[in-house]
């Protein structure tokens, strides 16, 4: 079993002009990543615009992955689907592959009952052997796993963690609350700003969209609470606040390519239409990088 913890990169996938993805620069955004020390490298997430890829891009991009990272930290790969069946089909692919970690998200568009999302997750986790890490995105799916189901599917001997991208910090104490009887169990912000204190109430880390931008700062709120020094962690914790700032401005994952082109890396445009950002918004998103790269941020 994988050790779900730390700064867990939902890595951005490069594209060339034409939309097609660019897997020589996602080789060199792997590197880069595992470089500045983040602790695992997640495909196809939202940085990842899994919402966009087909099943066939997404299994090549899953075996660049593990072929460059090469066992040096996990692999993380979004799996989940609106369908059971096309979850499995893919998890199991995944496998195949040679991820380590699966990340499933909730099924979306139609409304799901607790029940149903509970029978959804069980049935996966019966027929893919591999970790899974439950993925709670209510703003975008229209669906939230409840903490109660949270704390019923923790049981489970192969789900193994939660990701709560919510941004409703008391919906994390209460997955927290859900499943400390569960050794092991994890609790991962999907909110980059909720980090440290995610790990203060007895998580164990972040999927961090901001490690595209900024891995080292990133990876040092993990290793610097790790170390006992909450003071610095906080430091790097408040130091990506002017970065998210610039989500005002768009998509956050657009935000967050666009970002990641001006510190001078071939990553192109999320695929259209997610793709624009405003001359107002694009000034302002160089002026904080400027700044930032002055303060030494990387």
């Known amino acids: 079993m994988v050790d779900i913890k730390g700064i867990i990169a939902p890595i951005i996938t490069p594209m060339n002009a034409d939309e097609s993805v660019n897997y020589d620069e996602l080789r060199v955004q792997i590197d880069r990543l595992i470089g500045h020390g983040v602790h695992g490298i997640f495909v196809f997430g939202t940085n990842g615009e899994g919402y966009i890829l087909s099943e066939d891009e997404k299994c090549e991009i899953m075996k660049t992955t593990v072929d460059q990272v090469a066992g040096r930290i996990p692999?993380?790969?979004?799996?989940?689907?609106?369908?059971?069946?096309?979850?499995?089909?893919?998890?199991?692919?995944?496998?195949?592959?040679?991820?380590?970690?699966?990340?499933?998200?909730?099924?979306?568009f139609a409304a799901a009952s607790q029940d149903e999302l509970y029978t959804h997750f069980k049935t996966v986790a019966e027929q893919v052997d591999l970790p899974i890490v439950l993925y709670n995105i209510p703003a975008r799916t229209g669906n939230a796993i409840a903490p109660a189901t949270v704390g019923k599917l923790s049981t489970i001997n192969n789900i193994v963690g939660v990701k709560d991208s919510s941004g409703n910090f008391d919906n994390i104490l209460q997955y927290i609350e859900h499943t400390r009887d569960q050794e092991g169990f994890a609790v991962l912000s999907g909110n980059d700003s909720l980090i440290l204190w995610t790990l203060l109430a007895g998580g164990t880390g972040g999927v961090a969209g901001c490690s595209n931008v900024y891995p080292f700062t990133m990876a040092q709120i993990y290793e610097q609470f790790l170390a006992g020094d909450i003071a610095a962690s906080r430091q790097y914790q408040d130091s990506i606040r002017s970065f998210r700032d610039c989500f005002k401005f768009g998509n956050p994952n657009t935000i967050v390519k666009y970002a990641v082109a001006e510190l001078g890396f071939p990553v192109g445009k999320c695929r259209a239409p997610f793709n624009q950002l405003s001359d107002q918004g694009f000034e302002a998103l160089r002026r904080v990088i400027a700044d930032n790269q002055t303060n030494g941020m990387k």
Request: net charge positive.
């Open 75 to 108: 692999v993380y790969a979004s799996t989940g689907s609106n369908s059971t069946l096309d979850t499995i089909r893919l998890s199991k692919k995944a496998k195949d592959i040679g991820v380590d970690v699966l990340s499933i998200i909730t099924p979306g």
